[in-house]
């Protein structure tokens, strides 16, 4: 079965430090892994995500994810974090079925102090 | 916003009421999900519809009854709820078949059971 692990429920950083949001992940066959942020009282936002190609993949809000096959990781990255990335993050991988269901971690909080 | 919209944003409802949650995406997708986001647990995939056909139902109390009358809407009708299904239930749609699989979510409707 798909699954993704979030070890951390919490990740503290200074504004201006880099930061990094660790995810693992348990298929079988090629991952399609995702990368998602919450901000308080709205939905989900579509971040980046890995199908093939590239091991380091770019999305938005200047976040970045490096995919680790023999770590079998996914970990969201930014260079200089910004006060306004405190957020919820989750990783998710998608279900091997015929249609587009994810699993999703449990999340983990980001919160960038000034 | 991400072409995802949810009605309404919060809601109120004894145990015996009946009400209905609405979504609507703008997107031109052909699948549609709801899922319940509860405190301190992972995101519960409640219901998954595909071309207007249910194709996935996780145990879901039938106190909870979705309908897809189409595929831009999306509905689910709440009935003799409980307590522990206050939270924020989000609906997202995706375009199955291709090599995206991300879902887009809506704002999600906040949902209070007293």
């Known amino acids: 079965a798909q699954s993704v692990a979030q070890p951390e429920d919490q990740v503290n950083v200074a504004e201006g430090n880099p930061l990094t949001v660790k995810c693992t992940y348990s298929v079988s066959g090629n991952p399609y892994l995702f990368w998602y942020v919450q901000y308080p009282n709205r939905g989900l936002q579509f971040l980046l995500k890995?199908?093939?190609?590239?091991?380091l993949v770019k999305g938005s809000y200047g976040f970045e994810a490096e995919f680790n096959k023999s770590q079998t990781s996914f970990h969201l990255k930014k260079p200089s974090a910004l006060v306004s990335d405190s957020a919820l993050y989750f990783c998710?991988?998608?279900?091997?079925?015929?249609?587009?269901?994810?699993?999703f971690g449990k999340g983990t909080m980001l919160l960038v102090s000034p | 916003e991400t072409g995802v919209t949810q009605t309404p944003r919060h809601l109120v409802m004894g145990m015996t009421n009946k009400k209905s949650l609405k979504c609507e995406q703008h997107?031109?997708?052909?699948?549609m999900y709801w899922y319940k986001q509860s405190a301190k647990k992972p995101l519960e995939l409640m219901f998954v519809y595909s071309l207007e056909e249910r194709v996935e139902n996780n145990s879901v109390p039938s106190r909870f009854s979705p309908e897809c009358p189409n595929s831009s809407h999306l509905f689910l009708h709440l009935h003799t709820l409980q307590p522990e299904d206050s939270a924020l239930y989000l609906c997202?749609?995706?375009?199955?078949?291709?090599?995206?699989?991300?879902?887009?979510f809506g704002p999600g409707t906040r949902l209070t059971v007293t």
């Open positions: 997202a749609s995706s375009l199955s078949g291709t090599s995206g699989y991300e879902q887009y």
């Open positions: 890995y199908i093939t190609g590239d091991n």
């Open positions: 998710a991988v998608r279900v091997l079925s015929g249609y587009s269901t994810l699993t």
């Open positions: 997107l031109g997708h052909n699948a």
